[in-house]
Nanobody
Framework: QVQLVESGGGLVQAGGSLRLSCAAS????????MGWFRQAPGKEREFVAA????????YYVDSVKGRFTISRDNAKNTVYLQIDSLKPEDTAVYYC?????????????????WGQGTQVTVSS
Protein backbone atom coordinates (compact mmCIF):
# COMPACT_ATOMS: atom_id res chain seq x y z
CA GLN A 1 0.00 0.00 0.00
CA VAL A 2 1.13 3.55 -0.65
CA GLN A 3 -0.04 6.91 0.66
CA LEU A 4 0.28 9.99 -1.50
CA VAL A 5 0.46 13.64 -0.48
CA GLU A 6 0.44 16.43 -3.04
CA SER A 7 1.80 19.92 -2.54
CA GLY A 8 2.82 22.95 -4.56
CA GLY A 9 -0.51 24.27 -5.74
CA GLY A 10 -1.52 27.88 -5.45
CA LEU A 11 -2.79 31.01 -7.16
CA VAL A 12 -0.74 32.14 -10.14
CA GLN A 13 -1.21 34.54 -13.02
CA ALA A 14 -1.62 33.29 -16.55
CA GLY A 15 1.75 32.63 -18.13
CA GLY A 16 3.32 31.67 -14.84
CA SER A 17 4.69 28.35 -13.65
CA LEU A 18 4.20 25.93 -10.79
CA ARG A 19 5.85 22.71 -9.75
CA LEU A 20 3.59 20.22 -8.05
CA SER A 21 5.06 17.50 -5.88
CA CYS A 22 3.60 14.21 -4.73
CA ALA A 23 5.36 12.45 -1.89
CA ALA A 24 4.73 8.75 -1.43
CA SER A 25 5.09 6.68 1.69
CA UNK A 26 6.57 3.21 1.76
CA UNK A 27 9.64 1.53 0.31
CA UNK A 28 8.11 0.32 -2.95
CA UNK A 29 7.60 3.61 -4.74
CA UNK A 30 9.74 2.48 -7.68
CA UNK A 31 7.26 -0.33 -8.38
CA UNK A 32 4.45 2.10 -9.21
CA UNK A 33 3.48 3.86 -12.36
CA MET A 34 2.56 7.38 -11.31
CA GLY A 35 -0.05 9.60 -12.83
CA TRP A 36 -1.34 13.12 -12.50
CA PHE A 37 -5.00 13.93 -13.01
CA ARG A 38 -7.01 17.10 -12.60
CA GLN A 39 -10.60 17.98 -11.90
CA ALA A 40 -12.15 21.33 -12.64
CA PRO A 41 -15.43 22.40 -11.03
CA GLY A 42 -18.36 20.62 -12.61
CA LYS A 43 -16.15 18.41 -14.74
CA GLU A 44 -14.91 14.86 -14.57
CA ARG A 45 -11.44 14.04 -13.37
CA GLU A 46 -9.18 13.89 -16.39
CA PHE A 47 -5.80 12.40 -17.14
CA VAL A 48 -2.90 14.81 -17.44
CA ALA A 49 0.36 12.84 -17.41
CA ALA A 50 1.92 9.56 -16.37
CA UNK A 51 5.42 8.22 -15.86
CA UNK A 52 6.79 4.69 -15.87
CA UNK A 53 8.53 3.02 -12.93
CA UNK A 54 12.02 4.26 -13.76
CA UNK A 55 11.00 7.46 -15.50
CA UNK A 56 12.03 6.29 -18.94
CA UNK A 57 8.51 6.59 -20.29
CA UNK A 58 6.37 9.71 -19.99
CA TYR A 59 2.88 10.21 -21.36
CA TYR A 60 0.70 13.31 -21.69
CA VAL A 61 -2.76 14.31 -22.76
CA ASP A 62 -2.47 16.31 -25.97
CA SER A 63 -3.73 19.53 -24.42
CA VAL A 64 -0.73 19.85 -22.08
CA LYS A 65 2.10 18.61 -24.28
CA GLY A 66 4.90 21.14 -24.40
CA ARG A 67 3.75 22.89 -21.20
CA PHE A 68 3.66 20.12 -18.59
CA THR A 69 6.58 17.90 -17.60
CA ILE A 70 6.27 14.89 -15.36
CA SER A 71 9.32 13.49 -13.59
CA ARG A 72 10.16 11.34 -10.60
CA ASP A 73 12.90 10.83 -8.06
CA ASN A 74 12.70 7.31 -6.74
CA ALA A 75 15.32 8.01 -4.10
CA LYS A 76 13.02 10.67 -2.66
CA ASN A 77 9.76 8.76 -3.27
CA THR A 78 8.45 11.79 -5.12
CA VAL A 79 6.83 12.52 -8.46
CA TYR A 80 6.68 16.03 -9.88
CA LEU A 81 4.59 17.93 -12.35
CA GLN A 82 6.18 21.05 -13.76
CA ILE A 83 3.54 23.31 -15.26
CA ASP A 84 4.64 26.18 -17.48
CA SER A 85 2.74 28.81 -19.46
CA LEU A 86 -0.28 28.36 -17.22
CA LYS A 87 -3.69 29.17 -18.64
CA PRO A 88 -6.95 29.92 -16.84
CA GLU A 89 -8.32 26.63 -18.16
CA ASP A 90 -5.65 24.81 -16.16
CA THR A 91 -7.51 25.80 -13.00
CA ALA A 92 -8.40 22.59 -11.18
CA VAL A 93 -7.59 20.34 -8.27
CA TYR A 94 -4.59 18.26 -9.26
CA TYR A 95 -4.29 14.71 -7.98
CA CYS A 96 -1.47 12.22 -8.13
CA UNK A 97 -2.21 8.53 -8.32
CA UNK A 98 -0.37 5.22 -8.37
CA UNK A 99 -0.84 1.89 -10.12
CA UNK A 100 1.36 -1.13 -10.65
CA UNK A 101 1.03 -1.61 -14.42
CA UNK A 102 1.49 0.72 -17.36
CA UNK A 103 -1.61 -0.57 -19.09
CA UNK A 104 -4.37 2.03 -19.37
CA UNK A 105 -2.19 4.67 -17.75
CA UNK A 106 -4.69 7.35 -18.81
CA UNK A 107 -7.70 5.76 -17.13
CA UNK A 108 -8.56 7.07 -13.69
CA UNK A 109 -10.45 3.85 -13.05
CA UNK A 110 -7.24 1.81 -13.19
CA UNK A 111 -5.37 3.64 -10.44
CA UNK A 112 -5.34 2.06 -7.01
CA UNK A 113 -4.09 4.89 -4.82
CA TRP A 114 -4.86 8.60 -4.77
CA GLY A 115 -3.71 11.68 -2.97
CA GLN A 116 -6.01 14.31 -1.53
CA GLY A 117 -5.29 16.84 -4.26
CA THR A 118 -3.79 20.30 -4.49
CA GLN A 119 -5.60 23.33 -5.85
CA VAL A 120 -4.20 25.22 -8.81
CA THR A 121 -5.89 28.50 -9.68
CA VAL A 122 -4.80 30.54 -12.67
CA SER A 123 -5.96 34.13 -12.94
CA SER A 124 -6.26 35.90 -16.28
Amino acid sequence: QVQLVESGGGLVQAGGSLRLSCAASGRTFSRYVMGWFRQAPGKEREFVAAISWNGAGTYYVDSVKGRFTISRDNAKNTVYLQIDSLKPEDTAVYYCAAKTTLESYDSRLKYNYWGQGTQVTVSS
